[in-house]
């Protein structure tokens, strides 16, 4: 078989339409009822879209597992706006907001349509995949404010120096361990900038402890964590609120010159 170079389609033009069944979408807005978060009847057409999109590119880019109509409202698009409520308390419009990881684009898709007024960076390390982003973004209402980027958050300060250490917000969602994620995200916030990390059931057992350990160190302080269920059958996933306290230190020119030459002087004397 010919091994096909083409360039991956990601465009939307040519994508089917998919629809909600009535009952999943019944499911999404009690859900969205439970904890106090509006859902107008824009949304279902944009949600729709976001959707389909999602779909016809899967096969290609391996982006989700999660197919149904109902899981995707459930474990998407809802467990997404669990935390809008924190993103808009914790931010104002024109405000830099960061999904880390993006991957498929959530939370951070389903928060730019809740909150469209802010400017949103969906960063992943993966081109093809912040191709799509850039792609899927021009379906939701912050399709202006909203761009995709295809670096790590420590190159922050090489790869877009237009967000290092200036941004109000960052979120993850399903993206490694927490305490691997400080050095990328602390190249991102700004001072008094707010970390939301979202994590699964596991979290107390098997990140917590390193993880709390770390923010001091990191220069962050701890704000709260919460625990959400998504219905009644659903074990508790977590929130973890952290705030950047400073910029880290950086080591001058001279005080590495210094370092250097005395570890050769103690390499000699050991000679």
Same mark, same amino acid.
């Given at each position: 078989?010919?091994?096909?170079?083409?360039?991956?389609?990601?465009?939307?033009?040519n994508v089917p339409r998919l629809a909600f069944p009535d009952d999943a979408w019944e499911w999404?807005?009690?859900?969205?009822?439970?904890?106090?978060?509006?859902?107008?009847?824009? !949304?279902?057409?944009? *949600?729709?879209?976001?959707?389909?999109? $999602? =779909?016809?590119? &899967?096969?290609?880019?391996? %982006?989700?597992?999660?197919?149904?109509?109902?899981?995707?409202?459930?474990?998407?698009?809802?467990?997404?706006?669990?935390?809008?409520?924190?993103?808009?308390?914790?931010?104002?419009?024109?405000?830099?907001?960061?999904?880390?990881?993006?991957?498929?684009?959530?939370?951070?898709?389903?928060?730019?349509?809740?909150?469209?007024?802010?400017?949103?960076?969906?960063?992943?390390?993966?081109?093809?995949?912040?191709?799509?982003?850039?792609?899927?973004?021009?379906l939701t209402p912050a399709a202006q404010n909203a761009h995709g980027y295809a670096f790590r958050?420590?190159?922050?300060?090489?790869?877009?120096?237009?967000?290092?250490?200036?941004?109000?917000?960052?979120?993850?969602?399903?993206?490694? !361990?927490?305490?691997? *994620?400080?050095?990328?995200?602390?190249? $991102? =916030?700004?001072? &008094?900038?707010?970390?939301? %990390?979202?994590?699964?059931?596991?979290?107390?057992?098997?990140?917590?402890?390193?993880?709390?350990?770390?923010?001091?160190?990191?220069?962050?302080?701890?704000?709260?964590?919460?625990?959400?269920?998504?219905?009644?059958?659903?074990?508790?996933?977590?929130?973890?609120?952290?705030?950047?306290?400073?910029?880290?230190?950086?080591?001058?020119?001279?005080?590495?010159?210094?370092?250097?030459?005395?570890?050769?002087?103690?390499?000699?004397?050991?000679?």
């Amino acid at each position: 078989m010919a091994h096909d170079d083409s360039p991956l389609d990601l465009s939307f033009e040519n994508v089917p339409r998919l629809a909600f069944p009535d009952d999943a979408w019944e499911w999404f807005t009690n859900a969205c009822r439970d904890i106090e978060l509006p859902v107008d009847d824009a !949304k279902r057409p944009v *949600l729709e879209a976001l959707y389909s999109h $999602l =779909l016809f590119v &899967n096969e290609s880019l391996n %982006l989700t597992r999660i197919v149904t109509p109902l899981d995707y409202l459930k474990f998407h698009v809802f467990d997404s706006l669990t935390i809008e409520n924190l993103v808009a308390a914790y931010t104002k419009p024109d405000d830099i907001v960061v999904d880390l990881g993006s991957g498929g684009g959530y939370p951070g898709l389903p928060l730019m349509t809740w909150l469209p007024d802010r400017r949103w960076a969906l960063v992943d390390s993966r081109p093809h995949k912040v191709e799509f982003l850039n792609e899927t973004l021009k379906l939701t209402p912050a399709a202006q404010n909203a761009h995709g980027y295809a670096f790590r958050g420590r190159e922050a300060a090489s790869q877009a120096p237009e967000l290092f250490q200036k941004c109000q917000l960052v979120t993850a969602r399903a993206v490694g !361990k927490g305490v691997e *994620l400080l050095q990328d995200v602390t190249a $991102l =916030l700004d001072i &008094n900038g707010i970390f939301i %990390l979202m994590k699964g059931p596991a979290w107390p057992e098997t990140e917590q402890k390193d993880f709390l350990r770390a923010l001091p160190s990191a220069g962050f302080d701890l704000i709260e964590e919460q625990n959400i269920a998504l219905d009644e059958s659903d074990p508790d996933r977590w929130v973890i609120i952290t705030t950047k306290l400073k910029h880290p230190k950086q080591k001058s020119a001279a005080s590495k010159g210094k370092f250097k030459a005395s570890e050769r002087r103690r390499k000699l004397q050991g000679n």
